[in-house]
């Protein structure tokens, strides 16, 4: 064993050990967080929330169990590695029936066929390209376990549906054999969220003829409460349909949205807009007094 | 020397937390190197250049092999450079309230190649992870330029510069600020090597834009880099359809003696999650002998700086041991400490790996 020249080993050791106590203090001073209101996911409760389902075969849950508090450590926001994100407000729509980035001839989750969904293949570490999923596992993080794959892999043999709660929102969604409808949207219909979504997305059964949307198709809108009849205020937005996955539709708002109940509306005589390269178009439901049609309702309670 | 192991051992037992996190940037700051004295690349990582190959052989390890190695130096033929990594491991990860995973697992085998095309002036790099799993393309890309001193350009697909390039992908700094050497971008980099500077342009689709064919990021990073300390600034903008995202990081090295200390604070703002994120690392390296390297690193991680009591820590313990050029055996313990309702946040590693390159 040799030892290092003079030159290398360096002078004496009154530096290393001044800077040695640095290190101990920054390590003794870094803390973590108590997770004082926080649920499991270290978002803030919401009076009357509840903490995530228990893993079960459907969307919400493995939504709540497993994508949230460990894929998005990754796969979220602007960074999201080959785009796919697995936060709420995006994962179905980014998962479902969508081609995968590196093996494109498997879609991510192919509804009915588990073993050919790559999403599993990921997850089992046999995808044919790129390192098993969670990134690091089993070395740095537990893989997931194949009970837990168990309920994903269940799931996709059920078809892959969408939160129970989303798809209760599709209103144009029912019995439309061969015809365009909403399959999603997120937030979903009636749902209070803690700090406002980036984004709320539509989703549809077939992909969208993006030539036929125009800017007033879908719009948001706040209802301003202490009125009667109540206000409402269109929150300026953009709309967006990424190439990636024509079969969804993004409502970007301009500004971040403030507490309050908020709606999405489908304008009068939007049918033709959402239609597909087929020429399908979407059936709506019932129109209201000026003929626009609300697809879904949530609520902002901004906490922070 | 009995001082030296005496700290080592307090140092250990007053943890009693830390693991693997690997980084090799501190050779470069223990030598006061830049990352081009070693690295093909010159923002470093992957294919180490004929310096690099020596400094394996001769000045890494515990033993060297005499003259027995003499004839390899990376070199395949005049312009054609080679090089790999293959990391195996046994690791075993305990989590709150669920059973210990433990399992053998090839990490990754990467092989590297610089094709010489005019010398100092036009090369094509090409890293490949060929496994596990099936071969991915980590990096290739068309180099023009002089690397040592002056302007290059790169273009096509390459690990984007920013903050220290560390081995571990999953420490918090990397993680947090999405660039690390898990996502490969494409596009291109203007970069300046001139004496103690170095500074890199890149202009690239950005990750979360991989398939959506609109958006871009661009990212700076400048280092300014003295025998003894060194230190920089990075910052990224991405543009995408899921939102824009900006990260600012700041990240300086410092050798005493024979540790080298490196640390990192990264903040990043980004619309799509509407949140401000934040992660930090220090990093302490002890070179005790030649071949024996003690590795302490301590991270923070805030995943939203709006919420409270949702901060994470990691502490994390390694011992790298290199008994022979290109051979080294690393044994490590990490500890993660973070909301007690999330076992994920909370869980301990053991890992040995066996890690052999050229």
């Known amino acids: ?304 | 020397m009995s001082q030296r192991f005496t700290l080592a051992a307090l140092t250990l037992i007053a943890l009693l937390r830390a693991a693997p996190a690997a980084a090799e940037p501190y050779l470069a700051v223990l030598e006061g190197y830049k990352c081009n004295v070693c690295h093909v690349n010159p923002t470093g990582g992957g294919l180490r250049n004929g310096f690099g190959t020596t400094y394996a052989k001769v000045l890494l390890p515990a033993e060297t092999l005499g003259n027995s190695l003499d004839a390899w130096s990376g070199k395949l033929a005049d312009r054609l450079r080679v090089g790999g990594d293959l990391r195996a491991d046994w690791a075993r990860v305990t989590a709150p309230h669920s059973s210990s995973q433990q399992a053998f697992a090839l990490e990754q085998f990467r092989v590297y190649a610089d094709l010489i095309v005019i010398p100092d002036r036009l090369g094509i790099y090409v890293d490949e992870q060929v496994a596990p799993n099936g071969s991915q393309n980590a990096e290739a890309y068309v180099r023009y330029g002089n690397t040592t001193d002056g302007f290059y350009v790169k273009g096509g697909q390459f690990y984007l510069p920013f903050g220290w390039r560390l081995q571990d992908q999953t420490a918090f700094v990397r993680e947090v600020t999405g660039i690390n050497m898990t996502t490969p971008d494409k596009g291109v980099e203007v970069g300046y090597e001139h004496a103690a500077w170095s500074a890199g342009l890149d202009l690239t689709n950005g990750a979360a834009n991989a398939a959506s064919g609109s958006g871009y990021q661009v990212t700076t990073q400048l280092v300014y880099t003295k025998p003894v300390w060194r230190v920089g600034i990075a910052g990224s903008s991405t543009k995408s359809n899921a939102g824009d995202r900006r990260v600012g990081g700041l990240f300086a090295g410092l050798k005493t003696g024979p540790i080298a200390w490196l640390a990192e604070g990264d903040i990043v703002h980004d619309d799509s999650l509407g949140r401000t994120l934040a992660a930090g690392l220090v990093e302490g390296d002890w070179r005790i002998l030649q071949g024996h390297n003690l590795k302490l690193t301590a991270e923070y991680s805030d995943p939203d700086r709006s919420v409270h009591n949702n901060q994470q820590t990691r502490y994390s313990f390694v011992y790298e041991y290199t008994p022979l050029p290109f051979l080294q055996l690393r044994a490590g313990y990490r500890h993660n400490f973070g909301i007690p309702q999330n076992n994920q946040q909370n869980q301990q590693l053991v890992l040995f790996e066996l890690h052999g390159y050229f």
């Not at chain 1, 969604?173 to 979903?188: E, Q, Y």
């Open chain 1, 1 to 304: 064993m040799k030892r290092f020249p003079t030159a290398v080993r360096g002078s004496t050791g009154m530096p290393a050990f001044r800077g040695g106590v640095a290190f101990c203090v920054l390590l003794v001073a870094a803390c973590a967080g108590n997770g004082a209101g926080l649920d499991s996911n270290g978002r803030p409760l919401v009076p009357g929330g509840t903490q995530p389902p228990p893993l079960a075969a459907n969307f919400e849950s493995i939504q709540a169990n497993i994508f949230t508090p460990i894929c998005t450590v990754c796969h979220a926001g602007g960074s999201a590695p080959v785009g796919l994100r697995l936060d709420a407000a995006a994962s179905y729509n980014l998962l479902v029936g969508v081609p995968s980035t590196e093996v494109p001839a498997l879609l991510r989750v192919k509804p009915g066929d588990p073993s050919n969904s790559y999403l599993i293949q990921k997850l089992e570490g046999h995808a044919a390209v790129g390192a098993q999923m969670p990134y690091g596992c089993p070395n740095t993080q537990p893989c997931l376990t194949a009970s837990t794959i168990a309920f994903i892999r269940q799931w996709i043999t059920d078809g892959a549906p969408p939160a129970v709660a989303v798809a209760a929102a599709g209103v144009a969604a029912a019995g439309l054999n061969g015809s365009m409808a909403v399959t999603a949207i997120v937030p979903g219909s009636m749902e209070s969220l803690s700090a406002p979504p980036p984004q709320i997305m539509i989703a549809f059964n077939h992909e969208l003829d993006v030539s036929q949307l125009a800017t007033h198709t879908v719009h948001l809108e706040r209802v301003v409460a202490g009125t009667m009849p109540a206000g409402i205020e269109r929150v300026p937005a953009r709309l967006s349909v990424s190439s990636a996955n024509l079969r969804a539709l993004m409502i970007w708002p301009s500004y971040p949205l403030s507490a309050g109940h908020y709606r999405v509306v489908l304008d009068a005589g939007s049918s033709a807009d959402f239609s597909d390269v087929a020429g399908r178009t979407i059936a709506l439901g019932t129109a209201g007094e000026n003929g626009e049609t609300v697809i879904s309702t949530f609520d902002v309670e901004v906490t922070q």
